[in-house]
């Protein structure tokens, strides 16, 4: 994987985009690509805090494979097919690529599946911390909602967005810290919904879920699919962890702040000693993130009910939506 480098020099095609609030420079010599990238905010050609360099060859693409990652040290290569692979550098912060002209063209793969990847994998590098939760907002105020897997902030994160609250992500939120204190961001990714959703939002009534990059079954829809559209970055100010329970009835209860820290470090990649350096940034975010007043939140009934009552009842919501 050492010698995989894509010559930047013979990739005429550049821009220059805001990803999570850091600076990408992406060269290509496919102008496929360059659109894709260019539904972002477009920037002047500042300081890039890495590069995404794709040389894209003619010829038909061999049949779609399930995507294939493999670290070694400070590298990790993605495969999506043996036309479609990709290195990421974590020490020198580029990625590089070669595909086909079959992938170069579809603007879903770009901005739903390549980039939340790999500001997921190279984020932490230029201090974007992927953090394990939903994220919402009202009056620049942000809330992010976490939980386990099958705990419903999903569904509940939809509901809330469906109430009236602005609608940032649903899975994973990109944290960095500025002076004035933390920031959230959001990719505008897939919204995951589990099977058996569709009997809280009739949109999804015949669709069928289907099996999404972790392996989970799943639908994936976008916000314009259930009614709102999404924001790019807020200022959080309170976690809320979800719980269900049997019943119709809500309850909230602060969290320690050791019980907030040991979930959201429970759901980071170790890295290599190369980058302890940036493993120590993130310590220090996560450690912030940590200090956010937490609660858990814990309700029954439909993530429509959850909401209102997350919305309505409860005193954290209520100073978040004053």
Known sequence: METFVVDEAALELRTWVCVAGVAVRVSTNSESVLRSFRTRKFLQQPDAAFSINVAVRTGARSKYATPY?????????????????????LLRRRID??????????INFWNKLFVPICMGVLGPTVGVIPVHSACLIHNSTGLLLAGQSGSGKSTLAVALAREGLGFISDDWTYVTHAADGLVAHGLRAPIKL?????????????????????????????????????EDTCYPKHIVFVERTPGSSVDLEPLEREQVLAYFTSSIERLPEELMAVAETRETILRRV?????????????????????????????????
């Open 194 to 230: 589990l099977p058996g959703s569709d009997r809280y939002f009739p949109e999804l009534r015949g669709r069928s879920p289907e099996t999404s990059l972790n392996g989970e079954l799943a639908f994936e829809v976008c916000s314009c699919d259930l009614g709102f559209s999404y």
């Open 69 to 89: 990652f493999r670290g070694m040290a400070h590298l990790v290569f993605m495969e999506f097919g043996p036309d479609d692979v990709f290195v990421i550098d």
């Open 290 to 322: 940590a200090d956010l007043p937490g609660y858990v939140f814990r309700y029954g009934g439909s993530p429509r009910d959850g909401a209102r009552g997350l919305i309505d009842q409860l005193t954290i919501c209520k100073e978040v939506l004053r």
């Open 97 to 106: 690529g070669i595909v086909k002209e079959q992938l170069a063209t579809d």
